[in-house]
């Protein structure tokens, strides 16, 4: 089945520790996505990459990294985490060059972070 | 950078009643594709429109591009309990960024 898998799907932190919430895709993929989503504020893009050791910087990339060593995963770092980056976090992929109809966005499931 | 506008913020409608939701853009979108995301769930493509006035239908879903590529609406006719959600606008600028609008949250009354 053809999906975008997020894990963990919930997690209660606490400042400053270091934390990773991975995303994985199986349907070969190349445009990949991180976003937060906040109550009133809409999806907004954290990184994007579009493929393979090439990754930008969406809207709100302070406090992020990410990686995109291989072609499925791309995990999203919470270096030092504070508790305005609790939210929830969508991961997303799509399939790339984009043709001028553009691509459908596939969804995971959501993680929820809670930074104490 | 580009910015989309999406209105309104929420739609309160009576069972049966139809439902618009709005996206504008002070630059020429090349695209604009449109989401649902249910209660708890995740944003679900829903349809994409690529040529200027283009209007796509969906059961009681109508979707339309204006003509200058700067508008989209969705309008749902007769809503129902299963249409209610948040639906989103989303579209990509021209460094491959995908940009949305902040959603129209549709709740029926009781």
Not at chain 1, 2 to 16: D, E, K, M, S
Request: proline share 6%; aromatic share 10%.
């Amino acid at each position: 089945e053809a999906q975008v898998t997020q894990n963990p799907r919930y997690l209660i932190t606490v400042t400053g520790k270091k934390l990773t919430v991975t995303c994985s895709q199986n349907m070969n993929h190349e445009y990949m996505s991180w976003y937060r989503q906040d109550p009133g504020l809409g999806l907004r893009q954290i990184y994007y990459s579009m493929n393979v050791e090439v990754t930008d910087k969406g809207d709100v990339p302070e406090g992020y990294k990410v990686s995109r060593k291989e072609k499925r995963n791309f995990p999203l770092i919470l270096e030092s985490p504070s508790p305005n980056q609790t939210s929830l976090y969508f991961c997303a992929s799509s399939s790339f060059p984009p043709s001028p109809g553009g691509q459908p966005q596939h969804f995971g499931d959501g993680t929820r972070l809670s930074i104490l | 950078g580009q910015q989309v506008m999406q209105i309104p913020q929420y739609q309160h409608v009576q069972e049966g009643e139809d439902f618009t939701t709005y996206c504008n853009s002070s630059t020429t979108l090349s695209n604009i594709q449109w989401y649902k995301q249910r209660p708890g769930g995740h944003p679900v493509f829903l349809i994409q429109l690529v040529k200027s006035g283009e209007v796509k239908k969906q059961k009681r879903l109508t979707f339309q591009f204006g003509e200058a590529k700067k508008n989209s609406s969705l309008h749902i006719t007769a809503t129902q309990t299963t249409d209610v959600g948040t639906y989103f606008c989303a579209a990509m600028d021209s460094n491959y960024q995908l940009i949305w609008g902040a959603g129209t949250k549709l709740i029926i009354k009781p």
